[in-house]
């Protein structure tokens, strides 16, 4: 047996991810075998929030040229700390989009130098897809589930029905909830990122004080909207303001807990909503996964498990540093895909938008953290 079949029959896999799509660069080794947990080798992840701290905001170039700087570096500290050499993989897995152009090619292109020098398989990940995956990897949750991305730059309901079929139910029609609360935390003067500071503030607070809106609603479905809300924050603030030349430190924490509440109200009906539709197809072991930044936000993650509760369905949230991003997700995705004959060669290209459901109506708005899908 050659060593390419020895790989696609393989029962133990061992792939590198590699994901530069944002502003984390990062690289890690997992290892799976059929019928076992998956076991992450390293997990590498160089943030990027110092370079981009003066902008507001990710600015793609500095992105792109810190990532063409670190990511062999990374990829070099995945290996050391899983004690493996290159010719001890199995695949390389990355993330070919969507997300920064700029970035998402510098890990393409290192990835085809990679497998181009060793001979070893090439697998393009969806980065979405590597978040949707992520409970697999962490609980093996059996298809399918139901998957909340919410980050700084996601928002989405799937449904995971395969490694490769993802039905996308509704997401924002504008800013991601992180991305309100990094701009909340912008409006009322306290650092990024802004939700851990939010949710500190809105711990102190009123919820009641304020009656921010509960944007969509009254809108059938499962999308969502939140860039209305941090207007009527704006208008809260800037009315306060004008009233008693400035804010006191209780209207900022009454101001953090009404936004905060609005959040938690507009994510938990819409996942009622979102469980309703997922219940229809009869899943045996009715599972929910929380990814991304947002679900550390205890009133959130709170208000979701409730709702879980009161479905049948059973809670889960990956650990916070496999939910935001990292590359183990990438090189899970990249063995789940490889596994089910999913393969690249030189022509992989880098997409900045890669919907993972293509049947889906596109969302609009583009975030600060680049193109959402
Ligand atoms: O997943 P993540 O690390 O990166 C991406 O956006 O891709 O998510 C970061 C986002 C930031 O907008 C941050 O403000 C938000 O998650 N976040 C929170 C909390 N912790 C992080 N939002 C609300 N409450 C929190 N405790
Ligand atoms: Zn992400």
Redesign the pocket.
Known sequence: MDSNQRRTMGDSLTFLGIESS???TAAAIVRHRVGDAAEILSSIVEGQTALHANFGGVVPEIAARAHAERLDHCVERALTEAGLSLAQLDGVAVTAGPGLIGGVLSGVMLAKGLTAATGLPLVGVNHLAG?ALTPRLTDQLSFPYLMLL?????CQFLIAHSVDRFERLGGTIDD???????KT?KLLGLA?????????EARQGNAKRFAFPRPLLDRAGCDMSFSGLKTALLRARDALIAEQAGLTLQDRRDLCAGF?AA?ADVLAEKTRRALATYLAHSPAEPAFAV??????????RARLETVCAENGAAFYAPP?RL???NAAMIAWAGIERFRSGGRDDATLSARPRWPLDASAAPLLGS?K?GAKA
């Open positions: 944002c502003d984390d978040h919410v980050s700084g730059g996601h991601a909830p992180g991305e309100a609360f990094d935390a990024q990122p802004g939700g851990p500071l939010v949710e500190a905060q959040v990814a991304g930044g947002v679900a550390a936000n205890r009133l959130i916070l939910c935001t991003d975030g953290k």
